[in-house]
């Protein structure tokens, strides 16, 4: 199940990209199962398709699915080595929230500390 | 009174009545809706305006029909001018019920989910099931090419025109179905819910679909062996039947969207919540 909020200023695409970005990392969708049509998920979302079809080459472009042109979209295998795009995928994603929490009022301990607790539950989701 | 002239009475009777009963269907398809999500359907205006208008037609129409010789080109021009003009009013009225239900299909949330499993058609209807109006389709096409040399090439349009509806209804409906289970507006506020009610809604489509396709491949062949230079009762009776059989199965194809629950569209809920 993915879920989107359709009046938070982020755009769909980006929502729907980072939804489906964390049901396979969770492991919500394994490499090789096929993931819903281009048709199913607007329909279901309330979106236009081409938001949908714009998340899936997006994801696709990052390596993570396979879009056959009007066949299936499936779940890409993972990997075994971390990219090099996604550990600076990372590091910049990191620095963005890091500053925006400094900027916020929250101490360099609780930022740690948060990350630690978000990174722990997100392993026993996985597990789960 | 001949049965060719109660065959010009049906024909013109049918010309008439069609959109009202185009119209009627679409209110019943959309009042029941709103009835079953709770939701307030006030009786479009137009459609009060139709029904009138028709019952004053009818029999005008009917009693033109009763009048002149047939084969009458003055009753063809009636019976168009007759469509055409409740044709009019039955847009309006059809216009109305899509606004008057829209409170009971659109469905306001900025959250919103999605399952991320694939649905396919297979997964609702059994392959036996859903084959059957394909092969009544394609025996019906197959049986017309064959029989077609040995019948006479008099007066075919009408039989003719049945067989070759069942196609088109197989497509229309195919789509239907497909947009059903994956198309814009499958959402369902009750998750749980969703997949048994799309289950029972693609199966009353499919059953639809096989009793107009079967109805009309059937009908066709019975009326293509028939003598229409001296038609008889079955004529009268086929031709009526085939007629409104094709009129509802319209009907129903247009009013497809009058009770399907869709997300209000993603532009309009972010301006709405500023």
């Known amino acids: ?128 | 009174m001949t049965a060719q002239q109660v065959l010009q009475i049906a024909v013109a009777c049918i010309a008439t009545a069609t959109p009202w009963l185009v119209a009627r269907i679409a209110l019943s398809v959309a009042s029941r809706h709103a009835m079953s999500v709770g939701a307030a359907f006030p009786p479009p205006r137009a459609m009060h305006i139709l029904t009138r208008a028709t019952l004053v037609a009818l029999p005008l129409a009917a009693t033109a029909g009763w009048f002149l010789t047939p084969p009458s080109l003055l009753m063809g021009a009636v019976d168009v001018a007759a469509f055409f003009v409740l044709s009019i009013l039955g847009l309006r009225a059809l216009s109305e019920i899509d606004s008057a239900s829209r409170p009971a299909r659109d469905v306001q949330a900025s959250e919103r989910a999605a399952s991320l499993r694939p649905r396919r058609l297979r997964d609702y209807v059994p392959l036996a099931w859903h084959a059957v109006p394909f092969v009544a389709c394609v025996s019906g096409l197959a049986l017309l090419a064959w029989r077609l040399e040995s019948v006479s090439s008099s007066r075919l349009f009408v039989p003719v025109s049945f067989i070759l509806a069942a196609p088109v209804f197989l497509w229309l409906y195919e789509v239907w179905m497909r947009s059903e289970i994956s198309g814009a507006g499958s959402v369902d506020v009750d998750h749980r819910h969703a997949d048994q009610r799309r289950r029972q809604r693609i199966r009353q489509i499919l059953v639809v679909e096989t009793i107009l396709i079967v109805g009309l491949v059937g009908i066709g062949h019975a009326l293509l062996g028939l003598d229409w230079k001296a038609p008889g009762i079955r004529v009268v009776l086929g031709t009526t039947g085939g007629a409104l059989l094709a009129i509802t199965g319209c009907a129903f194809a247009l009013s497809s969207e009058l009770n399907r629950r869709r997300y209000r569209d993603a532009g309009s809920a972010s301006q709405a919540s500023r």
């Open chain 1, 1 to 128: 199940m993915i879920r989107i909020d359709v009046t938070s200023a982020r755009p769909l695409e980006d929502q729907i990209a980072a939804a489906l970005r964390q049901a396979l990392a969770q492991g919500e969708i394994g490499p090789g199962d096929e993931l819903p049509s281009v048709r199913q998920l607007a329909g279901d979302l309330g979106v236009h398709w081409n938001t949908v079809a714009r998340a899936y080459r997006r994801l696709a472009d990052e390596r993570l699915l396979i879009v056959r042109r009007g066949r299936s979209v499936v779940a890409r295998e993972p990997s075994g080595q971390p990219s090099r795009v996604a550990r600076t995928g990372l590091r910049e994603q990191l620095n963005e929230a890091i500053a925006a929490a400094v900027l916020g009022g929250i101490s360099s301990d609780e930022i740690g500390r948060i990350f630690q607790e978000a990174l722990a539950r997100f392993g026993e989701r996985r597990r789960s």
